[in-house]
Antibody, heavy 118, light 107 residues
Framework: EVQLVESGGGLVQPGGSLRLSCAAS????????MSWVRQAPGKGLEWVAN????????YVVDSVKGRFTVFRDNANNSLYLQMNSLRAEDTAVYYC???????????WGQGTMVTVSS | DIQMTQSPSSLSAPVGDRVTITCRSS??????LNWYQQKPGKAPKLLIY???SLQSGVPSRFSGSGSGTDFTLTISSLQPEDFATYYC?????????FGQGTKVEVK
């Protein structure tokens, strides 16, 4: 079964750090771009970051530049999002997603909740 | 950055109705436009990619059209399980921006 499973979310104080993980199974992970998408409570979807198959290209949305880093471990079929200097506005459910045909997100994880609060 | 604007932001319709949602991009994105359905507490689900290609397993009552800057998602006959929020998303640029969403509610 093709599957993505996120982990690593939780409650963190402003200015703190968190690393999210996404474990992929059921497909050849190293063949696909991968992305992170987030959704603040009651709000819409926001693309956060993506990374090329071999990790040689990676992009993040302006609001997290310099604070978030995306990376991957193809040997272990895993995607990561390192989040530093967290702010209240980073509070959201974070999803990992596979970039399929036409770079549409065809497979999604169940999401992991990140809450930034004192 | 490419901005995506959906309309309406919400609508109510009875079961069996034909429903159309529109999405407009701030610049041409050719046919790099995708549609997702999201139900409360669940991850989004891909419905349409490349403006008009139906994702495997998605019912044929869903269809998409458009190119350039103007796109539509049509549900030909609204079913009870279709009440959800729908998002468009452009994949033309690396920053894959989403529309703000359209909530479809039962009338």
């Amino acid at each position: 079964e093709v599957q993505l499973v996120e982990s690593g979310g939780g409650l963190v104080q402003p200015g703190g750090s968190l690393r999210l993980s996404c474990a992929a199974s059921g497909f050849t992970f190293s063949n696909f771009w991968m992305s992170w998408v987030r959704q603040a409570p009651g709000k819409g979807l926001e693309w956060v970051a993506n990374i090329k198959q071999d990790g040689s290209e990676k992009y993040v949305v302006d609001s997290v530049k310099g604070r978030f880093t995306v990376f991957r471990d193809n040997a272990n079929n895993s995607l990561y999002l390192q989040m530093n200097s967290l702010r209240a506005e980073d509070t959201a459910v974070y999803y990992c997603a596979r970039d399929g045909s036409f770079e549409a997100f065809d497979i999604w994880g169940q999401g992991t909740m990140v809450t930034v609060s004192s | 950055d490419i901005q995506m604007t959906q309309s309406p932001s919400s609508l109510s319709a009875p079961v069996g109705d034909r429903v159309t949602i529109t999405c407009r991009s701030s610049q041409s994105i050719r046919t790099y436009l995708n549609w997702y359905q999201q139900k409360p507490g669940k991850a989004p689900k891909l419905l349409i990619y490349a403006a008009s290609s139906l994702q495997s397993g998605v019912p044929s009552r869903f269809s998409g059209s458009g190119s350039g800057t103007d796109f539509t998602l049509t549900i030909s006959s609204l079913q009870p399980e279709d009440f959800a929020t729908y998002y468009c998303q452009q994949s033309y640029s690396t920053l894959g921006t989403f529309g703000q969403g359209t909530k479809v509610e039962v009338k």
